[in-house]
């Protein structure tokens, strides 16, 4: 028997409840791992709170994030002792995922867990600080380079813009954070931002077209703030978006992609490829400074969960929530 988080959906309403698990028995291809830590994320703290439909299956184990070590495999790559991590693939929407003591996965969506980090570190970073670095790499890939200008950061105050802009700092970028939190601006350029603007300078609808100000983009926010900052990039510049904390509406003109010759790279971190992974988590191990990543570390315990969630939506928290199982 094991600790989890189960969400239920029945005749009583929709649950969230810390539960007794039994273990199961692996089939071929699963592997079983001991939790050393996870972390509640914007999806999780959804799923936990049932704000948006994330959960599509009932009941279930939410945590779309984990780090542990192998207690029994029945896949090929994998053996008891291993330390892993894992990162989407659907885990904690459609199957239980790392809110839970352990977990019980297909070995084929696990990396091994970059020696350079701690069970803790790993999940300081997430998907958040994993899908932070495929933004980098896709403005880098697209050639935006430190001496191009300014590097916009939204939601700067979420974990993705965090890590993205302790990132994009150490590789020398420029980097403005936008957020709704002003009063965080120390903090921000604590990180590295080398300026804070307000986001209500980006979330009304705009102009087709804006002053150039952007060489590159990370939005995590989507709605207006995502069509202003397409409006705003210089030409030939590049909006990374992984987010949608605004909304899922897109309300702009091709005014920049075919005057400026913009691109819009859309970054997946749910279903990306573990070549892609690999590489991501290679390049968090070595252009990450931990120093800073520790300053983001809030831990708390599987029983402390249920209450975070609601504050995570509300904008209530800093930093990196770590669970400790």
């Known amino acids: 028997?094991?600790?989890?988080?189960?969400?239920?959906?029945?005749?009583n309403g929709y649950m969230s409840n810390i539960a007794e698990i039994a273990s199961k028995p692996l089939q071929e291809g699963e592997v079983s791992v001991e939790v050393k830590y996870s972390t509640v994320n914007y999806k999780d703290a959804l799923a936990i709170t049932g704000r948006a439909p994330v959960v599509r299956n009932f009941p279930l184990t939410p945590g779309i994030d984990f780090s542990g070590v192998v207690i029994e495999s029945k896949h090929p790559v994998w053996k008891a002792g291993d330390e892993v991590l894992l990162n989407g693939?659907?885990?904690?929407?459609?199957?239980?995922?790392?809110?839970?003591?352990q977990a019980i996965v297909s070995g084929d969506w696990l990396i091994r867990k970059p020696a350079e980090f701690s069970f803790k570190e790993t999940m300081a970073i997430g998907t958040a600080g994993y899908t932070a670095m495929l933004c980098v790499m896709a403005l880098q890939q697209h050639g935006v380079k430190p001496n191009d200008g300014k590097i916009l950061v939204t939601g700067a105050n979420g974990g993705v813009g965090n890590i993205a802009i302790i990132i994009l700092s150490h590789?020398?970028?420029?980097?403005?954070?936008s957020t709704g939190r002003t009063q965080e601006s120390e903090y921000l350029t604590r990180l590295g931002a080398s300026e804070v603007i307000n986001r209500t300078?980006?979330?009304?609808?705009?102009?087709?077209?804006?002053?150039?100000?952007?060489?590159?983009?990370?939005?995590?926010?989507?709605?207006?703030?995502?069509?202003?900052?397409?409006?705003?990039?210089?030409?030939?510049?590049?909006?990374?978006?992984?987010?949608l904390a605004g909304g899922m509406d897109f309300s702009a003109t091709v005014a920049p992609f075919i005057l400026r010759g913009i691109t819009l790279y859309g970054i997946d971190s749910v279903m990306a490829p573990l070549d892609l992974r690999k590489q991501a988590w290679e390049r968090l191990a070595t252009e990450l400074d931990k120093i800073k990543l520790d300053a983001l570390i809030t831990e708390i315990s599987l029983a402390d969960t249920l209450g975070v969630a609601a504050d995570i939506l509300d904008g209530k928290v800093r930093g990196r929530i770590v669970v400790k199982l």
């Open 201 to 243: 300078e980006l979330s009304s609808p705009g102009k087709p077209l804006g002053k150039e100000i952007w060489a590159g983009v990370i939005d995590t926010v989507g709605s207006h703030t995502l069509a202003n900052a397409c409006a705003s990039t210089k030409y030939r510049g590049a909006v990374a978006a992984c987010g």
């Open 1 to 11: 028997m094991y600790k989890s988080i189960v969400v239920t959906n029945d005749d």
């Open 89 to 101: 693939w659907g885990v904690g929407e459609k199957y239980s995922g790392g809110l839970a003591e």
């Open 171 to 177: 590789l020398g970028y420029q980097v403005t954070a």
